[in-house]
């Protein structure tokens, strides 16, 4: 089993900056992928960011330029810098590991979310 635990969300002025974090434990493999989701009331869950084992990066394109995915492996932690936060930004931000199989099969864990508040 995998565990994933958030942390750094909280309320911040539009053109504010927030740091999120996600330490992944439990019985772990070098090839995860890692990755942040986000989720507005109404919305679907949709991709922020991704990194994957490799280091290799994906963002989605409402935050290109603005957010910077990071992953410490020697912790078992991803990170998202935030930065140039929009009131668009505002959602519940969750952490995510993605397991590859060889025969194709992937399994996604999920943190319990974290939310963040862009607002003056």
């Known amino acids: 089993q995998v565990q994933l635990v958030e942390s750094g969300g909280g309320l911040v002025q539009p053109g504010g900056s927030l740091r999120l974090s996600c330490a992944a434990s439990?019985?772990?493999?070098?090839?995860?992928?890692m990755g942040w989701y986000r989720q507005a009331p109404g919305n679907q869950r949709e991709l922020v960011a991704t990194?994957?084992?490799?280091?290799?990066?994906n963002y989605g394109d409402y935050v290109k330029g603005r957010f910077t995915i990071s992953r410490d492996n020697a912790k078992n932690t991803v990170y998202l810098q935030m930065n140039s936060l929009k009131p668009e930004d505002t959602a519940v931000y969750y952490c995510?590991?993605?397991?590859?199989?060889?025969?194709?099969?992937?399994?996604?864990?999920w943190g319990q979310g974290t939310q963040v508040t862009v607002s003056s």
């Open positions: 990194v994957a084992s490799g280091g290799g990066t």
């Open positions: 439990g019985r772990l493999v070098s090839r995860d992928d």
């Open positions: 995510n590991l993605a397991r590859r199989y060889l025969n194709g099969d992937i399994r996604n864990y």
